[in-house]
């Protein structure tokens, strides 16, 4: 079946500590999302990605990295200097840049100790 | 002001009720919208993409007024499957999605 995997589904940050959450399709999509929710709020773009090696920062980049070494893989790092991490962070692919319809993973809820 | 604002809710109606929600949007560029349902905890899904002429699938109808920015989502029959928070979608021309809040809807026996 294709899809889209996020790992791991919880994930707890303990201060001061960088954290990766991982993004995988095999939909052979060229174009990977990176959002966060916070409770009772919609989705803000961290990054975005429209092919391999290239990436572009979204409203909420600051305290985040990402790469694109592989098509199929896209993974976040929420890094120290993101001062309040806790959330719901989903990943979402779509064919193109330009073709709208997100296909979402079933996202990684990220907790700080 | 946001970009997208959605209904605050939430909705709480009964079995076979008719239920609306609005969305507005404050880039006239807009070019595409959708709405997506998302459940507690789980990621969104898309629901369906609205189109300028108005459209239906099943029990769901969704309509565009570009001219005022906003759309509509209608809901007849409702199902207690149907509970779920509704996030509106707007697209710019570039590809760049900006989310609604959401506006949760409970339905109950």
């Known amino acids: 079946d294709g899809g889209i995997t996020q790992s791991p589904k919880y994930l707890f940050r303990k201060e001061g500590q960088n954290v990766t959450l991982s993004c995988e399709q095999n939909l052979n999509h060229d174009a990977m999302y990176w959002y966060r929710q916070d409770p009772g709020q919609g989705l803000r773009l961290i990054y975005y990605?429209?092919?391999?090696?290239?990436?572009q920062k979204g409203d909420i980049a600051e305290g985040y990295s990402v790469s694109r070494e592989k098509k199929e893989s896209f993974p976040l790092t929420v890094t120290s200097a993101q001062k309040n991490p806790t959330a719901f962070y989903l990943c979402?692919?779509?064919?193109?840049?330009?073709?709208?319809?997100?296909?979402f993973g079933p996202g990684t809820r990220l907790l700080v100790l | 002001r946001k970009e997208v604002e959605q209904d605050p809710g939430p909705f709480n109606v009964p079995e076979g009720a008719t239920v609306a929600f609005n969305c507005t949007y404050s880039?006239?560029?807009?070019?595409?919208f959708f709405w997506y349902r998302q459940d507690c905890r789980k990621e969104p899904k898309l629901l369906m993409s609205v189109y300028s002429s108005g459209n239906e699938d099943g029990r769901f109808t969704a309509q565009l007024n570009r001219a005022s920015q906003y759309i509509s989502l209608l809901i007849r029959d409702s199902k207690l499957s149907d509970s779920a928070t509704y996030l509106c979608?707007?697209?710019?021309?570039?590809?760049?999605?900006?989310f609604g809040d959401g506006t949760t809807l409970t339905v109950k026996p």
């Open positions: 880039n006239s560029a807009s070019q595409s």
């Open positions: 979402a692919s779509t064919p193109s840049r330009l073709q709208e319809t997100q296909y």
């Open positions: 979608v707007v697209n710019t021309n570039a590809g760049k999605s900006t």
């Open positions: 990605s429209q092919i391999v090696n290239d990436f």
